[in-house]
């Protein structure tokens, strides 16, 4: 290994950016701890002079059990021929990022999108507004178009109809690639929601919603989760939907159980209801909400709705109760 020179590295790095995938075949998987930075990209330090290795005379790569990949082996080596090498890893892609990394390999008849495509520039651009990772956790080549570029080949190599050696993207690559293949307009609304809200400035920062359940949160994204809570949760429109509920009512009770807070707490529970919007962000988009689109619910359906992977209608809730009822009694 020490043998290889700064120009088979080089060398190296050139064959990566003509196939992100070649290095998989290679045998090499992501770098968890140094990444060598060149021109302004991202490459993993141990698979590139593994490559490299192959481009000395009469020498072949090197697969990766065949040497080590630490500070005082590649990183050394690196630094001698000038080379930056960054250590701490990469940020891990969120669901956030990845749909709207899938959405556009989507658009792109899920292809790969090179570096030098202004699709991987502009969505470059995007996820650095995104306030989904600590400063301290953004390295130099933070989501740049070459990590797009990476990211969207990870992606589009998982594809059912992808007939080469898949790349070894993440498993929740592979999940949200599953979403756009069995609910493609879903996800597309989906990812339009949340460069919506970039573009309108909601994203810059996500204050805490208190008591955001973690599951939740992975299951449906947590971009858009903080921003569907935050939205139920507007004193505002709370108190119109609960007004016009008792107006037409004269009471609060659940919509899936018909659990009443004041009949059962007296004045401790007058005017006590959870307020739930019917259609998640991911399906509808930025809209204005209206109070049809509100439904009141006691706190344990409020949670029954939200827990999983899809989120349910209060009418699809109720007819779960109903059947449980049935089988119970």
Not at 24 to 40: C, D, K
Not at 251 to 262: A, K, S, T
Request: glycine share 8%; aromatic share 6%.
């Amino acid at each position: 290994m020490r043998e290889v020179t700064r120009e088979a590295i080089l060398a190296a790095i050139d064959e990566h950016d003509q196939d992100p995938a070649a290095f998989e075949r290679h045998g090499f998987g992501p770098a968890r701890t140094y990444m060598l930075v060149h021109e302004g990209r991202e490459y993993d330090s141990k698979a590139i002079v593994g490559v490299a290795h192959g481009y000395l005379p009469d020498r072949e790569a090197l697969r990766p059990a065949e040497f080590s990949g630490g500070e005082a082996t590649v990183v050394a080596l690196l630094r001698s021929h000038g080379f930056e090498v960054r250590s701490g890893g990469r940020a891990i892609w969120l669901e956030a990022e990845l749909v709207l990394a899938c959405d556009l390999v989507a658009r792109n008849n899920w292809q790969g999108i090179r570096a030098h495509d202004q699709r991987a520039i502009e969505l470059s651009h995007l996820l650095q507004k995104l306030p989904l990772h600590p400063p301290e956790s953004r390295g130099p080549v933070f989501r740049n178009p070459n990590s797009v570029q990476r990211k969207t080949f990870d992606i589009a190599t998982q594809h059912p109809d992808y007939h080469g050696k898949p790349t070894r993207g993440g498993k929740l690559d592979r999940e949200v690639l599953k979403a756009f293949l069995e609910r493609p307009e879903e996800m597309h609304a989906q990812a339009a929601a949340i460069r919506a809200s970039i573009a309108a400035g909601e994203l810059d920062e996500l204050p805490a919603v208190p008591d955001i359940d973690e599951e939740e949160a992975a299951a449906e994204g947590r971009v858009l989760v903080l921003r569907h809570l935050r939205r139920e949760r507007d004193p505002k429109l709370r108190a119109k939907k609960i007004n016009k509920v008792l107006a037409q009512r004269g009471c609060l009770e659940c919509e899936v159980c018909g659990f009443d807070f004041e009949r059962t707490y007296g004045g401790r529970g007058t005017r006590y209801a959870e307020v739930h919007h019917v259609t998640p962000l991911h399906v509808s988009g930025q809209t204005e909400t209206r109070l049809v689109d509100l439904a009141v619910l006691c706190a344990n359906c409020h949670r029954m709705i939200h827990r999983g992977g899809l989120w349910l209608t209060p009418s699809e809730l109720r007819a779960v109760v109903e059947e449980q009822r049935a089988r119970t009694q």
